[in-house]
C-alpha cells in the first residue's frame, strides 16, 4: 500500500508565524503536491513537484512556498501565517507508473489565531 | 481548463435506499476520471477509477459509476446505502495526456445516511 505521512495531524499558530508542514511518501513516486480543504470549495492545489528541486505553482500559491529537497520529502511552508491560511492541508503523491492515481495523506489541521 | 461540477452538496438518505451522485466535467479531450471518499475523521481514499475501457467501473464497497461521454457525466451509483457510507465524496477530472498537475477535484458531496 502507498503511505503518504504527514507530520503533524494539528498544529495552531500565530499570525505572523513562519509554518512548515512536512510530508514523506514511500513509493519512490515523482509527483507530489499540496491542496488544501475548505468547506465548499473542495480541494484547491497549492503548489506540485514533478521531480527533486523540480515546484510548479497551483491554483493559490499565494503566500505558500515548497521546498522538494528529496525524491521522498515535500514540505510546505507558510512564510507568514495569517488567519485566511487556517484550513486542513492536504500532500499527495502519484507517479505516471500507476497511472497517475493520486493517494493522499491523513491531512494536517491548521489554525492561524 | 477543466472545471468539475458536482450539483449535490448534501445528500440525505435512509438505510437501504439508492444513491446517485452527480459529476459533470467540462473538458473536450480525453480524461481520466476518479472519484474519492473521505469518511469521517480519515483522508481521502480512491473509490473508483476509469481510464478506457468499459465505461461502467465498478469500485470498493459496491460502488460503481458509469462515463457517458456525451453528457460529460461520470455519476457514482450504489443500488443500497448503508450507516456507514455516510462520508464526503469527491469527483476528480484529468487530462490524460497532460501533466499530473492537471487534476481538477469538485467541491464534494457531503452523503448523510440514516439508521
Known amino acids: 500500500d502507498v503511505k503518504v505521512t504527514q507530520s503533524s495531524r494539528y498544529l495552531v499558530k500565530r499570525t505572523g508565524e513562519k509554518v512548515f508542514l512536512e510530508c514523506v511518501q514511500d513509493m519512490d513516486h515523482e509527483n507530489m503536491f499540496w491542496y488544501r480543504q475548505d468547506p465548499g470549495l473542495g480541494l484547491r492545489l497549492i503548489y506540485f513537484s514533478y521531480d527533486v528541486k523540480m515546484k510548479e505553482k497551483g491554483d493559490i500559491p499565494e503566500g505558500y512556498s515548497v521546498s522538494r529537497e528529496k525524491k521522498e520529502r515535500f514540505s510546505l511552508i507558510l512564510e507568514s501565517a495569517s488567519t485566511n491560511q487556517t484550513s486542513m492541508y492536504l500532500c499527495?503523491?502519484?507517479?505516471?507508473?500507476?497511472?497517475?492515481?493520486?493517494?493522499f495523506g491523513e491531512g494536517s489541521w491548521l489554525t492561524v489565531v | 481548463a477543466q472545471s468539475v461540477s458536482q450539483h449535490n452538496h448534501h445528500v440525505i438518505l435512509s438505510e437501504a435506499a439508492s444513491l446517485e451522485l452527480g459529476c459533470n466535467y467540462s473538458?473536450?479531450?480525453?480524461?481520466?476520471l476518479f472519484w474519492y471518499v473521505q469518511y469521517p475523521g480519515q483522508h481521502l481514499q480512491l473509490l473508483l477509477k476509469?481510464?478506457?475501457?468499459?465505461?461502467l467501473v465498478k469500485g470498493i464497497k459496491g460502488f460503481e459509476a458509469e462515463f457517458i461521454k456525451s453528457k460529460f457525466s461520470f455519476n457514482l451509483r450504489k443500488p443500497s446505502v448503508q450507516w456507514s457510507d455516510t462520508a464526503e465524496y469527491f469527483c476528480a477530472v484529468s487530462v490524460s495526456s497532460g501533466s499530473a498537475r492537471q487534476l481538477t477535484f469538485g467541491s464534494g458531496t457531503q452523503l448523510t445516511v440514516l439508521p
Open positions: 499527495a503523491s502519484s507517479s505516471a507508473s500507476l497511472g497517475n492515481t493520486i493517494y
Open positions: 476509469y481510464f478506457s475501457g468499459d465505461p
Open positions: 473538458y473536450g479531450g480525453t480524461v481520466n
